[in-house]
């Protein structure tokens, strides 16, 4: 079997379509087709079920799909670990964080990094969904969920707190909520409901059960402009809305927080880069959330 098929069926998996993973590998739907054809007969099994509309996974095909991601992910781990040097100072370091952590507190503290270490290059990823640890694609990646699996080490690096926020307009004009029961009678700015999982959505939930929000939004960094703008309330991070004048309600009800955690790939660790770049980043993290927090 060729190992490299393995990129091709999971390209066919996650897209359902010769032609969009065609694109993404940037080959031809012919040679996609050909590729699937050469696994199908290495394995002696039918991977898909070619559809009018696209293709569609067999019970076999979907029982191949986490082997083929983990074999994928170690491929990439092993030419990564080939092709670069580990006794030097340069080349690329891959971060992954969370939205707003990654904008807001990672990026000047990298700035800063490069600074020091002109020929490290970093690579930043940030999202609002959590990581796909089964990638391993990245060498130091941060979540506010502690993961249960993947080739990472883990280290708690501190606490990020979130609190009820809006603008100085939106209070001067509307007040603030004595009681939770009070945000129904207020704007509020939640999640779309794709995204309605999210702890700061559940939060809210919690604390007022029926909430339905004004303004639904995708991003936090899309929440943090609307509540500047007046638009209403959002659950923020503390370490957001404070540097940007927001001003907190309901300070009484039961706070949310969630861990940060740091977690840096079994392979990439012993490159001196990566070792660098994950010191700094938790001497660096620890100093800019303790000087964010809310009560400071």
Same mark, same amino acid.
């Given at each position: 079997m060729d190992w490299n098929d393995l990129k091709f069926f999971l390209a066919v998996a996650h897209a359902k379509s010769l032609s969009a993973a065609a694109i993404q590998l940037g080959v031809s739907p012919s040679t996609v087709s050909r590729r699937i054809e050469a696994l199908e007969q290495a394995l002696q099994v039918k991977l898909f079920h070619a559809r009018r509309d696209g293709y569609d996974l067999t019970e076999a095909g979907h029982g191949l799909v986490p082997a083929a991601e983990r074999a994928g992910a170690q491929m990439r781990v092993f030419e990564r670990s080939a092709q670069e040097k580990d006794s030097d100072l340069a080349g690329p370091v891959r971060i992954e964080a969370p939205e707003l952590l990654g904008q807001d507190l990672l990026l000047p503290v990298m700035v800063r990094f490069m600074d020091m270490y002109p020929s490290i290059r970093i690579?930043?990823?940030?999202?609002?969904?959590? *990581?796909? $640890?089964?990638?391993?694609?990245? #060498?130091?990646? +941060?979540?506010?969920v502690r993961p249960?699996?993947?080739?990472? &080490?883990?280290?708690?690096?501190?606490?990020?707190?979130?609190?009820?926020?809006?603008?100085d307009e939106y209070i001067r004009r509307n007040g603030i909520p004595a009681r939770s029961e009070d945000l129904h009678r207020h704007r509020i700015?939640?999640?779309?409901?794709?995204?309605?999982?999210?702890?700061?959505a559940t939060w809210l939930?919690?604390?007022?059960?029926?909430?339905?929000?004004?303004?639904?939004?995708?991003?936090?960094?899309?929440?943090?402009?609307?509540?500047r703008s007046g638009a209403g309330w959002a659950v923020l991070p503390d370490f957001a809305a404070v540097p940007a004048g927001l001003l907190p309600?309901? *300070?009484? $009800?039961?706070?949310?927080?969630? #861990?940060?955690? +740091?977690?840096?790939?079994?392979?990439?660790?012993?490159?001196? &880069?990566?070792?660098?770049?994950?010191?700094?980043?938790v001497e660096a993290l620890r100093g800019e959330l303790i000087g964010h927090a809310r009560d400071s």
């Open positions: 690579e930043l990823r940030s999202s609002v969904r959590p *990581v796909r $640890l089964a990638a391993e694609e990245a #060498d130091i990646v +941060l979540r506010l249960d699996h993947g080739s990472y &080490r883990m280290k708690k690096i501190g606490e990020i707190g979130f609190g009820l926020y809006a603008s700015i939640g999640w779309t409901e794709d995204l309605h999982f999210l702890t700061m939930e919690s604390v007022c059960p029926g909430i339905q929000p004004s303004l639904r939004l995708s991003s936090l960094g899309a929440q943090l402009s609307a509540a309600g309901l *300070v009484e $009800l039961p706070g949310l927080a969630s #861990d940060l955690w +740091l977690l840096t790939h079994e392979q990439s660790q012993s490159l001196p &880069r990566v070792k660098l770049a994950r010191d700094y980043l």
